[in-house]
């Protein structure tokens, strides 16, 4: 079980890094928000990580026929696009 969490943990992490390779920072979105298609642009990103996470989290919960994988991954987006949406708003 602890190889499955250990798994579970490094899918997380590499959806997180998927956003933070589509996405800016928190900063630079609040600096540029305002600016014609950043939020569009947000978006896609989030499209993109959210669409890494979920492949790598069916992938490795299929490979180790566990669904935890791809529950963190779930977690991870939720996070994730919760914390782009927040910086375009604030």
Not at 50 to 76: D, H
Request: net charge positive; aromatic share 12%; glycine share 6%.
């Amino acid at each position: 079980m602890r190889e499955q969490v250990l798994l579970a943990a490094f899918v997380a992490v590499e959806g997180a890094h998927a956003y933070s390779a589509a996405c800016p920072s928190i900063m630079t979105i609040r600096k540029f928000k305002n600016e014609v298609d950043v939020q569009r642009s947000i978006r896609d990103g989030e499209f993109i990580g959210s669409l890494f996470a979920l492949t790598l989290g069916a992938l490795v919960s299929a490979i180790i026929k566990n669904p935890l994988p791809f529950y963190f991954a779930i977690g991870t987006i939720v996070i994730m696009v919760s914390m782009y949406e927040w910086a375009l708003r604030s």
